[in-house]
C-alpha cells in the first residue's frame, strides 16, 4: 500500500478506509467560497458490495492499495456478465457490468482492456480511451448554424447519445472518449 493524496483520487481506484477496502466509482472536487477545497468520494466496499460517500480534505492522504493488472481481450457477454480472456495464461475471466458501467457500450470484440484485481477478484476494466464508432442518426444542420457556437444530438451505432458539431451526418466515422462518451474528432479512415 502507498499512501496518496485524496486529490488524486479516480474512478476504479482502490483505497484502504477504516479497515475495508474500496473501489472508487466517482470523485468531484468541491471549491466552496470559503475555506479549503474538498474532494467528495463515492465507493463501493470491495467485498460487501456497499457504497458509502466520504469527504476528503485534498491534502488528506489515503492509503492506496495495489492491485494485480492484467491485459486481456474483450470476448462476450451474457447477459450482465462480461467476459474476457487474459493474454498471458489464457484463462477466462468474467466480470459484473456494473464493475464496468457505462463504459461496456464501447466494449467490442477483440478489444484489449487492463483489467485490476484483487486477489482474484476483477475491480476495473479499463478500456482504451478512446473508439472509433459510426453515427447512424444525426439531427440536420440548422441554417445559420456555425461549427464553433453548438452541437448537435447524434446516436451511435452502439446506441449511445453524443454531441457532434454541426458537419458531421450520418453514416461518418468519429473518434470518441470512452470515459465520457464525448466527440473528440472525425476519424481518418
Known amino acids: ?8 483520487l479516480r474512478k476504479g481506484h482502490v483505497i484502504d478506509h477504516n479497515g475495508k ?4 466509482a466517482h470523485s468531484e472536487i468541491m471549491q466552496p467560497g470559503k475555506g479549503a ?10 467485498r ?34 462480461y467476459t474476457f480472456m487474459n493474454q498471458v495464461n489464457f484463462e477466462q475471466v468474467e466480470v459484473k457490468a456494473e464493475i464496468i458501467g457505462d463504459a461496456a457500450a464501447f466494449l467490442q470484440e477483440g478489444m484489449k482492456v487492463n483489467i485490476e484485481s484483487f486477489e482474484g477478484t476483477p475491480l476495473s ?23 464553433s457556437s453548438s452541437y448537435k444530438p447524434a446516436i451511435l451505432e452502439n446506441g449511445v447519445k453524443v ?7 450520418s453514416g461518418t466515422r468519429i473518434v470518441v472518449k470512452t470515459e465520457d462518451s464525448s466527440y473528440v474528432e472525425r476519424a481518418k479512415d
Do not use: H
Request: net charge negative; glycine share 4%; proline share 5%.
Open 125 to 147: 476494466v479499463e478500456l482504451p480511451d478512446t473508439v472509433i464508432m459510426q453515427i447512424v442518426e444525426a439531427d440536420p444542420v440548422v441554417k445559420g448554424q456555425t461549427a
Open 48 to 81: 460487501s458490495g456497499t457504497k458509502d460517500n466520504v469527504r476528503f480534505r485534498t491534502q488528506e492522504t489515503v492509503e492506496r492499495v495495489r492491485l494485480e493488472q492484467d491485459d486481456c481481450t474483450y470476448l462476450y457477454t451474457d447477459g450482465e456478465i
Open 21 to 24: 477496502l474500496w473501489v472508487v
Open 163 to 169: 454531441m457532434v458539431p454541426p458537419f458531421i451526418e
Open 1 to 8: 500500500m502507498a499512501k496518496v493524496s485524496a486529490i488524486t
Open 37 to 46: 477545497s474538498v474532494i467528495n468520494v463515492e465507493m463501493r466496499d470491495v
